[in-house]
């Protein structure tokens, strides 16, 4: 099975930055829409953002909007998801995973996923 895998989580105080990584060893992400989901305790996982394959076209959760920012690197295999101003309802595990060319809000529709990575925000 495709595997993803994600890094860059950790604890942080509210209004602190971090950047999350997903890569992947065995395939070219560039080939597929990369999408950012996180799930809190107790909560569904929910989508956060999405980069397409088809024309690059992004899409944020309204609750990040303008304070994270999807982003791709060809030369290194890697999506990113920069977390700006973040606030303790924005802890969770968070999860990058692939689909086909297009982006998608729904979990069920990606194909391969990471084992995520912990974003905890708290003083």
């Known amino acids: 099975q495709l595997q993803l895998v994600e890094s860059g989580g950790g604890l942080v105080q509210p209004g602190g930055s971090l950047r999350l990584s997903c890569a992947a060893s065995?395939?070219?992400?560039?080939?597929?829409?990369i999408g950012w989901f996180r799930q809190a305790p107790g909560k569904e996982r929910e989508g956060v953002s999405c980069?397409?394959?088809?024309?690059?076209?992004?899409y944020y959760r309204d609750s990040v909007k303008g304070r994270f920012a999807i982003s791709r690197d060809k030369a290194k295999n890697a999506v990113y998801l920069q977390m700006n101003n973040l606030r303790p309802g924005d802890t969770a595990v968070y999860y990058c995973?692939?689909?086909?060319?297009?982006?998608?809000?729904?979990?069920?529709?990606?194909?391969?996923w990471g084992q995520g990575t912990q974003v905890t925000v708290s003083a």
């Open positions: 995973a692939a689909r086909g060319v297009y982006c998608s809000g729904y979990s069920e529709e990606f194909h391969s």
């Open positions: 980069v397409s394959e088809k024309d690059g076209s992004i």
């Open positions: 065995e395939f070219n992400l560039h080939y597929y829409a």
